[in-house]
Structures are given as structure tokens and as C-alpha cells.
């Protein structure tokens, strides 16, 4: 079966570092993607992984272990503005269907 | 300005009353995704186009229907909406499957 494991909820103070994970069980890997949701709005893009290792993207980071089916987005000197669900998706090679986790709903406290 | 349309943004309406989700993206991507969401469950795929007259199902298409007949559009249709298909949907769009996808703002259906 295909299945992609998040935390349900984090929390953590402004200005602090999180680090949010993703694992998952699919059967064949394309890629890798974090998205953003702010409640009452649409996902936005934050970071695509396919190969093994780091992509830094200023306070965001996303790191992805193929051989582990893990991965996890990194958030530097949080503000508030980044309470959010953030969204781990997988997409599977022989198909073109999109698996999302159910989401980790991060709450930062000032 | 870059942006993938949905109309309606809100609906509410009676079992068994056909509509249609219209999805419409500006940026002349190939593919086209439907998803719903709901609490506990997150996004989930309902079937999604690789491009003109190409659609296939993702994991929960019972009970809805797709047509991509023109590059820009692909509506989301409920031929006998039930109260189970009560949800908050989405249309997103990208150049590929290893794209960004752009997600529209969202439909939220309610079925009595």
C-alpha cells in the first residue's frame, strides 16, 4: 500500500528551530514535495526534493533520505506568520497521482 | 497575473442535484488535479489529467466525473451528489507531475 506519516500537531516558540518529518511507504519514488496552508486558504509551494541530501531555501530547509523514505522541512527563526499545516506529498513513479500526508498543523506561541 | 480559477467558491445543495466545479488555469500547464479535503484525512486526489483529452483517477474518484477538453479547463462533475461528497475542494495545475502545483482558493460543497 501507499502511506505517508506526519506528526498531527507541533508547537514551538518565535524565533526557535523546528523540524517537521515525513515518512513514507509508496510503491516506486518520484519526488518530494513540502507545501504550506494557511488555515481558510489554498496549499502553496515550499520545496521539491527528488535527489538524496538538503535544498536550503532562505528559513526553509527540506531534507530527503530515499533509502529511508524520510524526509523532513526544516523552519529556522520562526515568526508567527508561519503557524500553518504544512503538507508532505509524494509523487510515484508509473503513475502520476499525488499522495499527501494528512498535514502537521504547527502552531507558534510568542 | 499567474492563478487557476474555481467557480463556485461556495455551494449548497440537495442530494441527487447534478453540478459542476469549474477549474480554470492560465499558465498553460498539462497537468490538472482534482483533490477534496477533509478533516483528519488531509488532501486527497480524485482524478487528474496529464493533458487534453488524457484523465485518469486518483484515489477516491466514485461518484465524481472529469473532462479536460481544452488545455485550461477541467471541471469537476457530481452527476448524483450525495451527502458524503460534503467537503472543501481544490483544483491545482502545474507543468508536470515534478512541478509546483498552483492550487486554486477552493470550493467548499455542502450536500443535504
Known amino acids: 500500500g501507499q502511506n505517508i506519516d506526519q506528526p498531527t500537531e507541533m508547537t514551538a516558540t518565535e524565533g526557535a528551530i523546528v523540524q517537521i518529518n515525513c515518512t513514507y511507504q509508496?510503491?516506486?519514488?518520484?519526488?518530494l514535495f513540502w507545501y504550506q496552508q494557511h488555515a481558510g486558504e489554498a496549499p502553496t509551494f515550499l520545496s521539491y526534493n527528488v535527489l538524496d541530501g538538503l535544498e536550503e531555501k532562505g528559513r526553509f530547509s527540506s531534507f530527503l533520505s530515499r533509502s529511508k523514505g524520510y524526509s523532513y522541512l526544516l523552519l529556522k527563526e520562526l515568526q508567527m506568520k508561519d503557524s500553518a499545516s504544512y503538507l508532505c506529498?509524494?509523487?510515484?513513479?508509473?503513475?502520476?497521482?499525488?499522495?499527501f500526508g494528512t498535514g502537521t498543523r504547527l502552531k507558534v506561541l510568542a | 497575473e499567474a492563478q487557476v480559477t474555481q467557480n463556485p467558491r461556495y455551494l449548497i445543495t440537495v442530494t441527487g442535484k447534478k453540478l459542476t466545479v469549474t477549474c480554470s488555469q492560465n499558465?498553460?500547464?498539462?497537468?490538472m488535479s482534482w483533490y477534496r479535503q477533509d478533516p483528519g484525512l488531509g488532501l486527497r486526489q480524485i482524478y487528474y489529467s496529464m493533458n487534453v483529452e488524457v484523465t485518469d483517477k486518483g484515489d477516491v474518484p466514485e461518484g465524481y466525473k472529469v473532462s479536460r477538453k481544452e488545455k485550461r479547463n477541467f471541471p469537476l462533475i457530481l452527476e448524483s451528489p450525495s451527502p458524503n461528497q460534503t467537503s472543501l475542494y481544490f483544483c491545482?495545475?502545474?507543468?508536470?507531475?515534478?512541478?509546483?502545483?498552483?492550487f486554486g482558493d477552493g470550493t467548499r460543497l455542502s450536500i443535504l
Open positions: 509508496t510503491s516506486g519514488f518520484n519526488g
Open positions: 491545482a495545475s502545474s507543468y508536470g507531475t515534478n512541478q509546483p502545483q498552483h
Open positions: 499558465m498553460n500547464h498539462e497537468y
Open positions: 506529498a509524494v509523487t510515484t513513479s508509473g503513475t502520476y497521482k499525488y499522495i
